[in-house]
């Protein structure tokens, strides 16, 4: 991250995400100095259950995102059902019902892409499993804007497709376990 503080994390995840997710999120504590933005593919008629599910769990405050509200430290968002969820140069969330991208909305892309922009290089960009190249795009934008761009080891991933594309379109990008990232982000980001 060459030294830069970060101002916020994204994440994106698809299949599997309940796992992978569920080795990250519980780790990091109530007073993480910055908001975590996730996207996971959901089907636009599905009810969102990941709030809830996960505010069971972490010790940060879980929730779903809401259209023009300020995204604050020590709280995880994810994306509604439908959505597109994007980062704002003021540092709030805009909600978007735009054309899917790669069959996905919300898309991870859209969320890294608006990130890399809103944050340049104070964000830090994860890419978890996932059966479709969707994030890819998104994570070489956070590369090029001097951010920190990561992704899951493929060879540990529950569905593999979504790191490896990342990789490809991102090959600088730090390869962790899920363990690691965890460590990783407790590391970089210090209450």
Same mark, same amino acid.
């Given at each position: 991250?060459?030294?830069?503080?970060?101002?916020?994390?994204?994440?994106? &995840?698809? %299949?599997?995400?309940?796992?992978? !997710? /569920?080795?990250?999120?519980?780790? +990091?504590? #109530?007073?993480?100095? =910055?908001? *975590?933005?996730?996207?996971?593919?959901?089907?636009?008629?599905?009810?969102?259950?990941?709030?809830?599910?996960?505010?069971?769990?972490?010790?940060?405050?879980?929730?779903?995102?809401?259209?023009?509200?300020?995204?604050?430290?020590?709280?995880?968002?994810?994306?509604?059902?439908?959505?597109?969820?994007? &980062?704002? %140069?003021?540092?709030?969330?805009? !909600? /978007?019902?735009?054309?899917?991208? +790669?069959? #996905?909305?919300?898309? =991870?892309? *859209?969320?890294?892409?608006?990130?890399?922009?809103?944050?340049?290089?104070?964000?830090?960009?994860?890419?978890?499993?996932?059966?479709?190249?969707?994030?890819?795009?998104?994570?070489?934008?956070?590369?090029?804007?001097?951010?920190?761009?990561?992704?899951?080891?493929?060879?540990?991933?529950?569905?593999?497709?979504?790191?490896?594309?990342?990789?490809?379109?991102?090959?600088?990008?730090?390869?962790?376990?899920?363990?690691?990232?965890?460590?990783?982000?407790?590391?970089?980001?210090?209450?």
């Amino acid at each position: 991250m060459n030294g830069v503080s970060p101002r916020a994390v994204v994440i994106g &995840a698809s %299949a599997g995400a309940l796992q992978a !997710l /569920s080795q990250i999120l519980p780790e +990091l504590p #109530s007073d993480f100095p =910055v908001p *975590v933005l996730i996207v996971v593919h959901i089907p636009a008629d599905r009810r969102n259950m990941l709030a809830p599910l996960f505010q069971a769990k972490c010790r940060m405050l879980v929730r779903e995102a809401e259209d023009k509200e300020p995204a604050m430290a020590g709280t995880i968002y994810f994306a509604p059902p439908g959505y597109h969820l994007l &980062a704002e %140069a003021d540092g709030t969330l805009s !909600l /978007s019902s735009d054309e899917e991208v +790669l069959y #996905s909305r919300p898309s =991870v892309d *859209v969320l890294f892409e608006s990130a890399a922009d809103a944050y340049g290089s104070n964000v830090i960009g994860i890419i978890l499993t996932g059966a479709n190249p969707d994030g890819a795009q998104g994570l070489r934008a956070i590369g090029e804007a001097g951010g920190s761009a990561i992704v899951e080891d493929p060879a540990g991933a529950y569905a593999d497709t979504m790191p490896e594309e990342a990789l490809k379109a991102c090959p600088t990008a730090q390869v962790m376990t899920l363990g690691e990232i965890a460590a990783h982000l407790l590391k970089v980001c210090p209450a």
